[in-house]
T-cell receptor, first 111, second 115 residues
Framework: GESVGLHLPTLSVQEGDNSIINCAYS??????FIWYKQESGKGPQFIID?????DKRQGQRVTVLLNKTVKHLSLQIAATQPGDSAVYFC??????????FGPGTRLSVLP | GAVVSQHPSWVICKSGTSVKIECRSL??????MFWYRQFPKQSLMLMAT?????????EQGVEKDKFLINHASLTLSTLTVTSAHPEDSSFYIC???????????FGNGTRLTVT
């Protein structure tokens, strides 16, 4: 991901709606991408990963989309729940080396 | 699987003292562990890569004499903040992976406050 400064983007969604969190990365050689969820005061938690030979991967309520042409990654969360409120980070790497983390997006789920 | 444990979860120390943080891989062996630092509302910044049985590799700008890393076994890496000062106050997080090309798994971090 691209760490672009001190501003932490925030996304607010209504409970039950779908969430889409976006991430840009800069290394065109990156071939492995991960989304992490970080709750306050805790370490990042693995959500889902995708390799460059795929453009979409689905998990439980989450989908990651990869667009290598524009170096863009997105995380879709279906039926967002209060427990999804956290900061979400993307990370990219080349063959699992030197992960680069994005600036993060704070997801707030409104009741 | 792939559980990483970090201890302590928080520590308060006086300026000038040293603090040791432990990172353990509980159910796998990790030849490589990673230490990150995170400031409030910011992303993770890699400090160093800890290699079992050899010297750690530090990122540019990280003082190796201040942040001592020891990786004495395949399941334990330690980070010692020497002669801590208030500007060292931060959230320190370790991570490990089961192998190259595998995701990083993180500990729950250590909140260091230097008074």
């Amino acid at each position: 991901g691209e760490s672009v400064g001190l501003h932490l983007p925030t996304l607010s969604v209504q409970e039950g709606d779908n969430s889409i969190i976006n991430c840009a990365y800069s290394n065109s050689a990156s071939d492995y991408f991960i989304w992490y969820k970080q709750e306050s005061g805790k370490g990042p938690q693995f959500i889902i990963d995708i390799r460059s030979n795929m453009d979409k991967r689905q998990g439980q309520r989450v989908t990651v989309l990869l667009n290598k042409t524009v170096k863009h990654l997105s995380l879709q969360i279906a039926a967002t729940q209060p427990g999804d409120s956290a900061v979400y980070f993307c990370a990219d790497s080349f063959y699992g080396q030197n992960f680069v983390f994005g600036p993060g997006t704070r997801l707030s789920v409104l009741p | 699987g792939a559980v990483v444990s970090q201890h302590p979860s928080w520590v308060i120390c006086k300026s000038g003292t040293s603090v040791k943080i432990e990172c353990r891989s509980l159910d796998f062996q990790a030849t490589t562990m990673f230490w990150y630092r995170q400031f409030p509302k910011q992303s993770l910044m890699l400090m160093a890569t800890s290699n079992e049985g050899s010297k750690a590799t530090y990122e540019q700008g990280v003082e190796k004499d201040k942040f001592l890393i020891n990786h004495a076994s395949l399941t334990l890496s330690t980070l010692t903040v020497t002669s801590a000062h208030p500007e060292d106050s931060s959230f320190y997080i370790c991570s490990a992976r089961t192998g190259v090309g595998s995701p990083l798994h993180f500990g729950n971090g250590t909140r260091l406050t230097v008074t």
